[in-house]
């Protein structure tokens, strides 16, 4: 009878390291393919609900941002479940990418505007994330409508609650104050003054506050001054 080979230490270890990177790999992106698979926004009729489809290079071109951006949300509300962290994350680094921003300069005005709190609502009324106003936010639904052709969905100023949504319709909009202002430190000021305030200031020559905007710069740099997270 031919006897079995048995099997020697070190491919047993090299099994067992195998296992143990999978189970790693696992765990850190799973939640990460749950969330894309979720609806964008809530409502009765979203805004725009496409079909995600994940590709195989997907992990291994966004994972390092996408993680950075995850171990910043989770870290201003660790009170959130992990797989909201996800969404949330994963809304950033699209919007941002979407509209050629870096995606920690978008959690930067998101730090600045709410410190990452979904329902805030601000003394004059602007809402949620990134702090819009509900007027704002109806304008710039509308506007998302025409460009991508969809059909009209019904607003209401709670419908800015939605960190999703939110995060969708302020990176549009400071992505249009950008292409209008050409500099993003006079687009940073104009998301938080108004566009027409800053343009009839310039006009006029008045001298406007900066403040926000270097608030903004310095939360920015602060992000990426931080060392990369560790799982």
């Known amino acids: 009878m031919e006897k079995r080979r048995k099997k020697t230490l070190a491919r047993t270890l090299n099994c067992g390291a195998a296992c143990t990177k999978l189970v790693l790999v696992t765990v850190l992106f799973l939640p990460i393919f749950l969330a894309l698979g979720l609806p964008f926004e809530t409502g009765e009729k979203p805004l725009d609900s496409p079909k995600v489809k994940i590709h195989v290079g997907f992990a291994k071109i966004h994972s390092k941002q996408l993680v950075k951006v995850y171990s910043i949300v989770k ?35 998101i730090q600045i505007e709410s410190e990452f709190q979904h329902a805030a609502v601000s003394p004059v009324g602007a809402r949620g994330i990134m702090q819009i106003m509900p007027d704002t936010g109806k304008y710039l639904a509308e506007s998302l409508r025409r460009e991508r052709g969809l059909r009209p969905a019904v607003f209401k100023p709670e419908s800015l609650d939605d960190p999703l949504l939110n995060i969708r319709l302020g990176t549009y909009y400071l992505h249009d ?55």
Not at 195 to 203: A, L, M, S, T, Y
């Open 75 to 109: 870290s201003r509300r660790p009170d959130i479940t992990d797989a909201e962290t996800w969404r949330i994350s994963q809304a950033v680094l699209d919007e941002s990418l979407r509209h050629s921003f870096d995606p920690l300069l978008v959690l930067a005005v």
């Open 177 to 231: 104050l950008r292409k209008r202002f050409r500099d993003i430190a006079l687009a940073l000021v104009a998301y938080n003054l108004g566009p027409g305030e800053v343009q009839n200031r310039i006009e006029n020559k008045i001298d406007f506050s900066d403040e926000f905007a270097n608030a903004v710069l310095d939360a920015y740099h602060s992000f990426k001054k931080a060392p990369p997270p560790r799982f």
